[in-house]
């Protein structure tokens, strides 16, 4: 497998992993056949033997992601969890992992409900670079970072840790959930991190029709035993899926370009409304890490998401979530429509209210998934939304 032979973006995600077939098609067809013909036994035809080892348009999507990512091999899973599965499937009994503290909740319910089971045990902190010399012990095999964090947005330094966990055992994998930023807006491994994981439900695929997970790496005795597991465990898309996940993904510098800069001028709108009382947003030059979102982000982007604590507590927050217009009240991100929702009663309700608060997920706070509506008419909504609840 080789990287793509370009270093830019936007012809990586058109032309990488997209093939011609027979008949010339532009677009390649989706492979349904779950078997492939063998000239002589074990002497396939082709490249495929069976489909869940491998499919033509999972593969197809497998080396775009790994083009966008810079990254040598990628692999794509039944979903952002299966992928997270995988990973920590891979290690060994009795290892120890330490985790950025307000993860994703079904990587913190992985670590903590499932993989405790296979004797792996966890620590948890919302500072890696602070706490990591700490936590760190013989077993450690395995940090994990998620940047910007959900749902207040805070960002890690990506190569600080890497420097901190390369001097304790440079055996430690590090691993980044790129999901909230894309490979668009920022590459892990070219910050030192072993693996890159995506819920490519989010922005790759982009378009809430598709759940679907993908990782990629450099490493490749890790990619083989990832691959290993992969077919072992059999939690593999479907080829329906991988293909609409390559199309998707091949708008992604649009869509993610797009949803940013609006994101941007409705967080600057939201920093100074008097019904407002914080934001949480990497791409204002207020945010705590913006020096890391300077040299992490391309051209410092935000990125779509934003969440702000809104005046007036719970009940502000409820009026004004139910008083949008064009932001549909859902759980989920990443798609081309916008997306808003009240984490405490919504996807981050099963946390005791003591533990979410200190992570700043308060009763009050509203996430927004800024999609590619017009950027004023969406300024409009929350403007119109925001006049509901103070009036
Ligand atoms: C959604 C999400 C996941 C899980 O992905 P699924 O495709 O829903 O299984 C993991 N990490 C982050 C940051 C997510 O937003």
């Given at each position: 497998?080789?990287?793509?032979?370009?270093?830019?973006?936007?012809?990586?995600?058109?032309?990488?992993?997209?093939?011609?077939?027979?008949?010339?098609?532009?677009?390649?067809?989706?492979?349904?056949?779950?078997?492939?013909?063998q000239h002589a036994p074990a002497q396939p035809v082709g490249a495929y033997e069976y489909s869940r080892s491998q499919n033509p348009n999972r593969k197809n999507l497998e080396d775009a992601v790994a083009a966008l990512e810079n990254a040598k091999f990628g692999l794509a899973f039944s979903s952002g969890s299966a992928t997270t599965a995988v990973i920590l499937q891979s290690l060994p009994q009795g290892?120890?992992?330490?985790?950025?503290?307000?993860?994703?909740?079904?990587?913190?319910?992985?670590?903590?409900?499932?993989?405790?089971?296979?004797?792996?045990?966890?620590?948890?902190?919302?500072?890696?670079?602070?706490?990591?010399?700490?936590?760190v012990k013989s077993n450690t095999k395995l940090v994990w970072i998620e940047s910007p964090t959900n749902p207040t947005l805070k960002v890690t330094d990506i190569q600080q840790v890497n420097d901190i966990v390369r001097k304790i055992n440079p055996e430690i994998l590090l691993v980044v959930d790129n999901t909230f930023l894309s490979p668009y807006l920022s590459n892990p491994l070219d910050f030192g991190?072993?693996?890159?994981?995506?819920?490519?439900?989010?922005?790759?695929?982009?378009?809430?029709?598709?759940?679907?997970?993908?990782?990629?790496?450099?490493?490749?005795?890790?990619?083989?035993?990832?691959?290993?597991?992969?077919?072992?465990?059999?939690?593999?898309?479907?080829?329906?899926?991988?293909?609409?996940?390559?199309?998707?993904?091949?708008?992604?510098?649009?869509?993610?370009?797009?949803?940013?800069?609006?994101?941007?001028?409705?967080?600057?709108?939201?920093?100074?409304?008097?019904?407002?009382?914080?934001?949480?947003?990497?791409?204002?030059?207020?945010?705590?890490?913006?020096?890391?979102?300077?040299?992490?982000?391309?051209?410092?982007?935000?990125?779509?998401?934003?969440?702000?604590?809104?005046?007036?507590?719970?009940?502000?927050?409820?009026?004004?979530?139910?008083?949008?217009?064009?932001?549909?009240?859902?759980?989920?991100?990443?798609?081309?429509?916008?997306?808003?929702?009240?984490?405490?009663?919504?996807?981050?309700?099963?946390?005791?209210?003591?533990?979410?608060?200190?992570?700043?997920?308060?009763?009050?706070?509203?996430?927004?998934?800024?999609?590619?509506?017009?950027?004023?008419?969406?300024?409009?909504?929350?403007?119109?939304?925001?006049?509901?609840?103070?009036?």
């Amino acid at each position: 497998m080789t990287v793509f032979p370009t270093d830019k973006f936007a012809t990586k995600a058109i032309h990488a992993g997209a093939h011609t077939d027979v008949h010339g098609s532009v677009i390649e067809p989706i492979s349904l056949s779950t078997t492939f013909k063998q000239h002589a036994p074990a002497q396939p035809v082709g490249a495929y033997e069976y489909s869940r080892s491998q499919n033509p348009n999972r593969k197809n999507l497998e080396d775009a992601v790994a083009a966008l990512e810079n990254a040598k091999f990628g692999l794509a899973f039944s979903s952002g969890s299966a992928t997270t599965a995988v990973i920590l499937q891979s290690l060994p009994q009795g290892a120890h992992a330490v985790s950025i503290g307000d993860v994703y909740g079904g990587t913190h319910r992985y670590f903590t409900k499932v993989a405790q089971a296979h004797g792996v045990e966890t620590d948890f902190t919302n500072d890696l670079v602070r706490d990591l010399p700490k936590l760190v012990k013989s077993n450690t095999k395995l940090v994990w970072i998620e940047s910007p964090t959900n749902p207040t947005l805070k960002v890690t330094d990506i190569q600080q840790v890497n420097d901190i966990v390369r001097k304790i055992n440079p055996e430690i994998l590090l691993v980044v959930d790129n999901t909230f930023l894309s490979p668009y807006l920022s590459n892990p491994l070219d910050f030192g991190a072993d693996v890159v994981v995506h819920s490519a439900t989010k922005y790759i695929n982009g378009h809430s029709d598709v759940v679907l997970g993908v990782l990629a790496t450099n490493n490749e005795e890790l990619y083989t035993k990832l691959q290993f597991l992969q077919n072992a465990i059999g939690a593999i898309p479907s080829p329906f899926d991988s293909w609409l996940a390559h199309r998707g993904l091949k708008t992604l510098h649009l869509r993610v370009r797009q949803a940013s800069i609006s994101a941007g001028k409705i967080a600057q709108f939201l920093n100074d409304s008097e019904f407002v009382e914080s934001v949480n947003y990497p791409g204002l030059k207020t945010h705590p890490n913006y020096d890391v979102v300077q040299k992490q982000h391309r051209e410092a982007l935000g990125g779509g998401m934003i969440s702000f604590r809104i005046k007036g507590g719970a009940e502000a927050a409820s009026k004004f979530s139910s008083a949008t217009r064009l932001f549909t009240l859902a759980e989920s991100l990443g798609g081309i429509e916008s997306l808003l929702e009240v984490p405490a009663v919504m996807t981050h309700g099963g946390i005791p209210k003591e533990q979410r608060e200190a992570s700043g997920v308060y009763d009050n706070l509203v996430r927004l998934s800024v999609g590619i509506e017009d950027a004023d008419d969406l300024l409009d909504d929350i403007k119109q939304a925001m006049q509901k609840v103070s009036n």
